[in-house]
């Protein structure tokens, strides 16, 4: 995303391919279309616009740096997803 790749285009495909085997190593399940399909399903239930407001709200009141907002790097990936995931 930093580098301005679409999520459609093939440049995309390594950096989807190392998101989700990061991803199946972490929740240990097999790195195949099933699993793409269940990471789009768990980032589009994730992509509430108020979790980065609630977020930057609980770093003001403890005192902590303002974190980067998630929902553009989440939109990126759940767009790369939908492309390469048949429903």
């Known amino acids: 995303m930093a580098s301005g790749i679409s999520p459609d285009s093939p440049q995309a495909d390594p950096v989807l391919a190392t998101?989700?085997?990061?991803?199946?190593?972490?929740?240990?399940?097999p790195h195949d279309t099933l699993l793409q399909g269940w990471l789009l399903r768990r980032l589009e239930a994730a992509n509430d616009p108020r979790r980065d407001r609630y977020l930057a709200?609980?770093?003001?009141?403890n005192g902590w740096p303002a974190p980067e907002p998630l929902k553009p790097v989440i939109d990126w990936s759940v767009e790369a997803l939908r492309r390469r995931t048949a429903r």
């Open 19 to 29: 998101l989700t085997a990061g991803c199946a190593l972490a929740v240990g399940r």
């Open 57 to 61: 709200l609980l770093a003001v009141i």
